[in-house]
């Protein structure tokens, strides 16, 4: 196992390179479609999250080391201690904390006046209709979380380990929403760092990263559901 700050930097890095090229590529692919590539957009969305899912296996594998199947097992094991209605409070404590925040932001951008920060992805481009809609529940709601948390708030974390609770929490918080910035819009990278401080908080609270895929499940799937609703 190499766990250090320069590790967990250089993991970053690979996964933001290697994020990149795949996003370039399955974007050059929907380009050759043509005029009709807005409908497989969906299934280009599945593709990549599995994709970067599997890079994260790939970079925790050979940059940490370890070996993933166990990682992974050891990683989402509740101590024996754990009370889980206590953990499943906060699960919706901070579900509904990072949603707030979220909305907060985009309400006071738009009373300001500054709806250029407001994002404006349509996520009902990238979700499947109809009985497909699975694979994107599936991809989002399950892959996604999972393989971030596992990277963001377990294996930086632990490379991380020689800064305190709070640095390591800040510093993968900031990372995580630097990974999310896409066209650094300022409200996504903003609320995104929140959801993730609040993210690393709970993990160190349980030693689990199994609250935090909760969490993280959860708001993909609202976001799925509102759009189904919306559309």
């Given at each position: 196992?190499?766990?250090?700050?320069?590790?967990?930097?250089?993991?970053?890095?690979?996964?933001?390179?290697?994020?990149?090229?795949?996003?370039?590529?399955?974007?050059?692919?929907?380009?050759?479609?043509?005029?009709?590539?807005?409908?497989?957009?969906?299934?280009?969305?599945?593709?990549?999250?599995?994709?970067?899912?599997?890079?994260?296996?790939?970079?925790?594998?050979?940059?940490?080391?370890?070996?993933?199947?166990?990682?992974?097992i050891d990683e989402?094991?509740?101590?024996?201690?754990?009370?889980?209605?206590?953990?499943?409070?906060?699960?919706?404590?901070?579900?509904?904390?990072?949603?707030?925040?979220?909305?907060?932001?985009?309400?006071?951008?738009?009373?300001?006046?500054?709806?250029?920060?407001?994002?404006?992805?349509?996520?009902?481009?990238?979700i499947f209709d109809?009985?497909?809609?699975?694979?994107?529940?599936?991809s989002l709601a399950?892959?996604?979380?999972?393989?971030?948390?596992?990277?963001?708030?377990?294996?930086?974390?632990?490379?991380?380990?020689?800064?305190?609770?709070?640095?390591?929490?800040?510093?993968?918080?900031?990372?995580?929403?630097?990974?999310?910035?896409?066209?650094?819009?300022?409200?996504?990278?903003?609320?995104?760092?929140?959801?993730?401080?609040?993210?690393?908080?709970?993990?160190?609270?349980?030693?689990?990263?199994?609250?935090?895929?909760?969490?993280?499940?959860?708001?993909?799937?609202?976001?799925?559901?509102?759009?189904?609703?919306?559309?």
């Open positions: 196992m190499i766990m250090s700050i320069k590790n967990g930097i250089l993991s970053s890095m690979c996964l933001a390179s290697g994020g990149i090229v795949l996003i370039a590529v399955l974007g050059f692919a929907l380009r050759l479609v043509g005029e009709d590539s807005e409908r497989f957009v969906p299934g280009i969305t599945v593709i990549s999250t599995v994709g970067l899912a599997c890079l994260v296996g790939i970079i925790i594998y050979w940059l940490g080391k370890l070996e993933i199947s166990k990682f992974i989402v094991q509740l101590g024996t201690t754990v009370s889980y209605s206590k953990m499943m409070g906060y699960v919706a404590g901070g579900l509904v904390l990072s949603i707030f925040v979220s909305t907060a932001m985009v309400w006071s951008a738009s009373q300001l006046g500054a709806e250029f920060l407001i994002p404006t992805v349509e996520y009902s481009n990238v109809g009985p497909l809609i699975l694979l994107s529940i599936i399950i892959v996604v979380p999972i393989s971030e948390e596992i990277f963001f708030r377990s294996y930086l974390s632990k490379n991380f380990y020689e800064l305190g609770i709070t640095s390591r929490i800040v510093l993968t918080a900031a990372i995580f929403a630097l990974f999310h910035a896409g066209q650094l819009e300022v409200i996504v990278i903003a609320s995104t760092f929140v959801t993730g401080t609040i993210l690393g908080y709970v993990y160190h609270k349980f030693n689990s990263v199994t609250p935090c895929i909760l969490i993280h499940a959860g708001q993909n799937l609202l976001v799925i559901c509102i759009t189904v609703i919306l559309n």
